[in-house]
């Protein structure tokens, strides 16, 4: 395959950014948002990438996207799509600079190149995907990490996962963790209380996923207990009941299911909540609970993944695997004021390390290094 596209390699290393938008064309993810964020960061220092880059930085998307929600200049490529468009329309549409992609996936055959690698759970977690998804992530990955100038990671323990399961060394990686200061930027949207009538009931929030790894199964046993009967548990996400039945979970009947939801409905959901329940198994960075935190929503998290990187001391530890755990989390944080706030203000100065801006700068900061190396 590298002879075939011998002629693809950059002729005029470093001249231009350029950033991968295949993601504008697909729903909103997780990971499309850190992408939109750190995107954001780099058009607020357009004077600093004017002194890197000799040409104006653009975002090269397939001809099925018809506009950019960012600041940059956009260039239509190609006449391919999906994964044949990135493979191929856009490392020729690249090839005279430097190609930044933020969503796990990039040109195979790319060596001027960016890549940010936001997990490795297609190697630790293979089940919680399908096998065709899981084998072409276990081909690009490596790939990718042997030939691009730099891997970003998300965080330590993400970058250290990379490593173990050969997918690049730690001389090519650069952590940039997420920030979490966008849940401050929308406004609160507290109608979704009367949409799931929760009154002033007690609620915990969580996600609605049923992949392994999310581990939501061991929630439901929890909140199956009886003293959390009066404590409702609020699933934020695609899927419904019948999905966790599907799979062989029993439901609760204090389990309500609020399927997708606004910015705003979400900020409503965990300035109100209990606390934010997260019992992942294996996680690259842990948003969702770092979200809550910021807004004084205490978290309980399984120690596992990057969660304990994430959170620090200023979350409440439960075991990814005994339900009484977590009933006991919860109900202190219900039933103890004293507890609650003590969570809520130290979960809320922990979570105000982790801001775009920084994370702006990190990025910036690889950027310069790379440049140094090419003049």
């Not at 948002?33 to 004077?47: G, K, M, T, W």
């Not at 934020?236 to 606004?262: I, K, M, T």
């Not at 003590?342 to 290094?369: C, H, K, P």
Request: a positive charge; proline letters at 6%; one cysteine or more.
């Amino acid at each position: 395959m590298e002879a075939c596209f011998a002629d693809l390699r950059p002729t005029m290393r470093g001249r231009r950014l350029f950033i991968n938008g295949k993601y504008l064309g697909a729903g909103p993810t997780g990971v499309h948002r850190v992408a939109d964020e750190l995107i954001a960061q780099l058009a607020s220092r357009r004077d600093e990438l004017a002194g890197l880059f000799a040409e104006p930085t653009t975002i090269v998307v397939p001809r099925t996207v018809a506009k950019s929600r960012h600041q940059f200049e956009m260039k239509q490529a190609g006449f391919l799509t999906g994964q044949l468009w990135e493979q191929l329309d856009l490392p020729r549409a690249a090839r005279s600079g430097l190609l930044l992609s933020l969503c796990n996936l990039a040109p195979m055959i790319s060596t001027s190149a960016v890549t940010m690698i936001h997990d490795a759970q297609t190697f630790s977690t293979p089940e919680s995907y399908s096998s065709a998804f899981a084998r072409w992530y276990r081909y690009v990955l490596p790939t990718i990490g042997r030939r691009h100038r730099k891997i970003l990671a998300v965080s330590h323990f993400t970058a250290k996962q990379l490593v173990d399961f050969g997918v690049t060394t730690a001389d090519r990686i650069a952590v940039v963790p997420n920030g979490v200061d966008h849940v401050l930027r929308v406004p609160s949207e507290p109608g979704i209380f009367d949409r799931l009538q929760l009154g002033e009931t007690k609620f915990v929030v969580a996600l609605a996923n049923t992949q392994r790894h999310k581990n939501v199964g061991l929630l439901l046993k929890a909140f199956a207990d009886e003293r959390l009967k009066p404590v409702r548990l609020v699933l934020v996400g695609g899927e419904g009941a019948q999905a966790f039945a599907a799979l062989g979970h029993v439901v609760p009947d204090n389990v309500r299911f609020a399927g997708r939801v606004s910015d705003g409905e979400l900020r409503a959901l965990l300035e109100r909540a209990v606390c934010v329940a997260f019992p992942s198994t294996t996680e690259g960075f842990g948003l969702p609970p770092l979200e809550g935190m910021l807004l004084g929503c205490p978290a309980v998290v399984a120690p596992c993944g990057a969660l304990p990187e994430v959170c620090g001391d200023s979350a409440i530890y439960a075991s990814a695997d005994d339900p009484r755990e977590w009933v006991e989390a919860i109900s202190s944080l219900a039933n103890d004021p004293l507890c609650w706030n003590r969570y809520s203000q130290n979960g809320r100065e922990r979570a105000n390390i982790f801001t775009w801006r920084a994370a702006g700068d990190r990025l910036m900061d690889v950027l310069r290094s790379i440049q140094g190396t090419q003049i």
